[in-house]
């Protein structure tokens, strides 16, 4: 029987909902809190995350692969930015009160 990849057995699925429950979890930590304190909490966790990218007894492809990561991660970052903008403006433009 083959697996459809909607279905939760999909193992990016599966990584994408549990995801998901870790940023409504952090959510209300860094709700209220102003930008710099916010932009230094996820820095401290995006650091621990790259630190923890090593390539035991090679410095050069340990670099490497902390690039390669960030870079990814980056990516990441900017397509949610797009996905988020483009709800906002949906929103927006479909009279949402909290867009007042």
């Known amino acids: 029987m083959s697996v459809s990849p909607a279905t939760p057995a999909d193992p990016i699925m599966v990584m994408t909902i549990e995801a998901e429950a870790v940023e409504q979890a952090i959510r209300p930590l860094l709700a209220g809190r102003g930008s ?3 932009a230094g909490a996820l820095a401290g966790l995006l650091a621990t995350w790259i630190a923890g ?12 692969l902390r690039e390669d990561m960030l870079a990814l991660h980056l990516k990441a970052v900017r397509q949610l930015v797009e996905l988020y903008d483009l709800d906002a403006a949906a929103s927006a433009d479909a009279g949402d009160p909290r867009d007042a």
Do not use: F, K, L, W
Request: hydrophobic content about 25%.
């Open 53 to 64: 990218h090593r390539i035991r007894g090679d410095r050069a492809g340990t670099e490497s």
């Open 36 to 38: 710099a304190v916010q």
